[in-house]
């Protein structure tokens, strides 16, 4: 695992589960409803060069989601799943299946969300199928990815920064 920014907390936790952890200056209403409303999921979800060009939310138990990012050199990766749990604004737990998946398995993937003093704490678990999955899944770019969107996201949600509602 290559070493994650300094803004962004990666940790492992048993055999199968990713933790990363970041703070935004945002209270987490608005941090909960970036993550779940297609008109703000398409402004900052992706790594740098990579945007959404399909995102579809139906958030409710047992709703889909489906994105479909394009990358700089035209390439398209696509993604989804189902949602398992919904606690506005306070959790988000959701199946992730990739398109072009290249280890076995539903990643399960739970965001909580911690106010205090106006930021908020995203605390996001990956929990692998399998050991095999984390092991794979943690040789990809995804902490630089991961970090990169949540710098986006940042910028979204600056106090000077239109478009983002309660």
């Known amino acids: 695992m ?4 300094p803004d962004l907390t990666v940790t492992l936790h048993g055999d199968r589960e990713i933790r990363l952890s ?7 209403h608005l941090v909960f409803a970036a993550f779940t409303r297609p ?3 398409v402004r900052w979800w992706g790594a740098r060069g990579w945007h959404l060009i399909e995102c579809e939310v139906d958030l409710r138990v047992d709703g889909r989601w ?5 990358g700089p050199d035209g390439t398209l990766m696509g993604q989804g799943g189902t949602y398992r749990e919904i ?9 992730e299946l990739f398109d072009d998946q290249s280890y076995p398995g539903e990643t399960l993937v739970r965001h909580d969300f911690t106010e205090s003093v106006g930021r908020t704490t995203v605390v996001t678990t990956l929990r692998f199928a399998t050991r ?3 092991d794979t899944a943690l ?26 509602t309660p």
Do not use: K, Q
């Open 22 to 28: 970041r703070d935004f200056a945002a209270p987490r």
């Open 39 to 41: 008109d703000l999921l």
């Open 2 to 5: 290559s070493a994650a920014p």
């Open 132 to 134: 095999r999955g984390r």
């Open 66 to 70: 489906r994105f479909v990012s394009r």
């Open 87 to 95: 606690d506005p604004p306070a959790r988000l737990v959701c199946t």
């Open 139 to 164: 040789r990809y770019p995804m902490t630089r990815g991961l970090a990169e969107a949540f710098d986006r996201l940042t910028d979204l949600l600056h106090p000077t920064t239109e478009g983002v």
